[in-house]
């Protein structure tokens, strides 16, 4: 009986974890099409990424809600920076479908003295139909 008990705590302990590295992985994986569609220049695709009634909280700046006007806003930012970099650092599952994203990223400024920015960032993830999309993007420079 006791044998039987551990295993099914063991098993539950398991059904919890795997969902979480699937998102993390998920999540991953989207971060690393955003850094390829930033690259080439696809803010119409960065857009696709988030959901239509998406927010982002630029530094220094007002919200940005939408995903046209989210659109906007990254090919505004990248005649400002590029070379983007993310790190996920954690992936905290909320539910089937929503997570919470905490990482890092460095970018270049562009111009005549290029520098290096660092900073962090939190998105709340949506799970929409089959795909992940980005629902609240808040970030900041500083470690």
């Known amino acids: 009986m006791i044998m ?6 063991i098993a539950f302990v398991i059904s919890l974890t795997v969902p979480a590295l699937a998102q993390k992985a998920e999540i991953e ?8 569609m930033f690259n080439k220049g696809d803010f ?4 696709s990424l988030y959901s239509t009634d998406a927010t982002a909280f630029p530094p220094g700046s007002a919200m940005v809600q939408g995903r046209a006007a989210i659109e906007t806003m990254w090919k505004g ?24 994203e905490i990482g890092t990223f ?4 562009k111009g005549s003295t290029p520098q ?11 799970k929409v139909g089959n795909d992940w999309k980005l629902a609240t993007d808040i970030w900041n420079d500083g470690k």
């Open 4 to 9: 039987h008990s551990i295993a099914l705590v």
């Open 29 to 36: 994986a989207i971060n690393a099409k955003w850094i390829e």
């Open 77 to 100: 930012m990248a005649e400002q920076v590029g070379d983007p970099k993310l790190t996920t650092v954690d992936v905290k599952p909320l539910g089937p479908s929503a997570a919470r």
């Open 116 to 126: 290096e920015v660092a900073g962090k960032y939190v998105v709340v993830w949506e």
């Open 106 to 109: 460095v970018l270049k400024t």
């Open 44 to 47: 119409s695709g960065i857009g």
